[in-house]
């Protein structure tokens, strides 16, 4: 079958997603004095979308291409926005008025079947918490301050937890709460579920959390909304932990219940092994608990004569049942948590550049470009595990790279007409 070149299909991909009434940010408040306005606000918040979805640094950039725009980008986007009034408009924004435009993206994502589970029977959803970058303020109080090391200058990091959809191919983000400078990932932990609970709770039958939100009281919550938990145990749960490798580690001796195959990764060598227990069920009060899991890492470097392995392992206990899920799907929902750093997060610092390239920092700006990028990048996300796929089921090392797309999205919204018919270039 015959493929048409990647600009066009991302050309296609945007007018279809870019059309829909999200999109339209109607229902954002404006924040800026009725006198002067030139441009609307939904105009500007889309300029500002579509800046991130070509991987633009700075604001300056934003501009550059909207003054290069063809009949496609038109479409969206009248004329050139200036750098400064964009500027203008992030640090007067607040974040949450934008929280339900991107709940209005993920639910708008779920009606096109694009949020299905992908080897699982269930929707899982991962809370972590991630820092939006050093500033020189304190971000009108939501900023936590720290000192560096090497002269004890201080600065300040603002904080979120995030929810992300690991059992869905694409790994889309679903929400963003800041995490107040006094307190942590586990004091914002039960309103924030509590909310995702409210907005999705169709979407999802499991939480897992890192074991910074490990604790009985989160634990309840989630089992009082019949919800499943999956959370990582560490020294910070220290009777729970400890019997948890009296009754796993006996079982290492064991053949696994499932393992993967030897991986590449980074240049070395990784497999990974679990076991389960079920003699855990309603330890230390843990009314609800059913089972405990261990997950063990196996590491080796193919260029050490000696095949030397290191050896990980991460322990977690659930309240589900035995049988909701099989061995390897036990494997898949471990792994796919880890997914929310190694594909949402790192995505963002390393190709958004969410760390570095904050465009705006006075105000709640770094906040707000947070929550558009969450936008841009569920959107692009699908396009690279979905849309562009050069088969039903690619391999990392098929999908796109985040340049790639960045560049197509770049050709795409110049384009006015569909290139000349003939043999299309293949994928």
Known sequence: MKLQPKDLRVKKYLQRHLSAPVYQFDQVPDPRASRGRRWPLPTLLLTTLVGLMAGCKKLREVEDQTDEMGPVGRRYIPARVPDTTLYELLVRLEPAPLRPQLRRQVKTLARHKALMPCGLPCGVLAFDGKGLGRLDHDAKGSAQKAHRAH????????????????????????????????????????????????????????????????????????????????????????????????????????????????????????????????????????????????????????????????????YFVTNLRKGRLGPSQILLVVRNHWGIENDCFWSLDAAFGEDTHPWATQGHAVEVLGLLRLMAYNLLQLARKRHLRPRPVARQADLPSWQQLFRWVCQAMPLAVAPPTGPSPAD
């Open 151 to 314: 002269d004890q200058s201080p600065y300040w990091l603002p904080r979120v937890l995030r929810a992300v959809l690991t059992s869905a191919a694409a790994k889309p983000a679903l929400d963003q709460l800041s995490i107040p400078p006094d307190t942590n990932e586990m004091g914002v932990f039960a309103d924030f579920f509590e909310e995702q609970v409210l907005g999705y709770g169709d979407l999802f039958e499991i939480v897992t959390v890192d074991a910074g939100m490990t604790s009985r009281d989160n634990a309840n919550r989630v089992q009082a909304h019949d919800k499943g938990y999956v959370m990582a145990l560490k020294e910070n749960q220290p009777e729970l932990w400890a019997e948890a490798r009296r009754q796993l580690l006996p079982l290492t001796s064991h053949p696994a219940q499932a393992e993967t195959p030897w991986q590449r990764h980074q240049g070395k060598l990784i497999r990974r092994r679990q076991y389960r227990s079920l003699e855990m069920a309603g330890y230390h009060g843990w009314t609800h608990l059913q089972q405990g899991w261990l997950v063990r890492q196996e590491t080796r470097d193919p260029n050490d004569s000696e095949g030397r392995i290191t050896i990980e392992d991460r």
